[in-house]
């Protein structure tokens, strides 16, 4: 089994930033792909940004790429989600996700292992 703990929500203002983490725990050997998710109020749940765990491989929703940059600390087990230049479109909940194989890292369904999840609220 693998556990995700989101944290590093808030409440800020359009233009402003904030960065998310995911520790992840337990057998974090089983690890192909990581990825954050976001919801917002009425809507599907939709990909932001992906990272092979092995390579480094990255990807990006359109709607984020060249503001939002997924890194990940390997020896810390943890999985960042840098977000800039916020804007009140991206107000939603956050989820990191977490696959054990190679999988398709835009659908969330290809994913097992899921966190709680974290609010990000941007003002405009």
């Known amino acids: 089994q693998v556990q995700l703990v989101e944290s590093g929500g808030g409440l800020v203002q359009a233009g402003e930033s904030l960065r998310l983490s995911c520790v992840v725990s337990?057998?974090?050997?089983?690890?192909?792909?990581m990825g954050w998710f976001r919801q917002a109020p009425g809507k599907e749940r939709e990909f932001v940004a992906a990272?092979?765990?092995?390579?480094?491989?990255?990807y990006y929703a359109g709607s984020v790429k060249g503001r939002f940059t997924i890194s990940t600390d390997n020896a810390k087990n943890t999985l960042y989600l840098q977000m800039n230049s916020l804007a009140p479109e991206d107000t939603a909940v956050y989820y990191c996700?977490?696959?054990?194989?190679?999988?398709?890292?835009?659908?969330?369904?290809?994913?097992?292992?899921w966190g709680q999840g974290t609010q990000v609220t941007v003002s405009s």
């Open positions: 996700a977490a696959s054990p194989v190679r999988n398709t890292p835009v659908r969330a369904d290809t994913y097992n292992y």
């Open positions: 337990g057998r974090t050997f089983n690890i192909n792909t």
């Open positions: 990272r092979r765990w092995i390579g480094g491989s990255t």
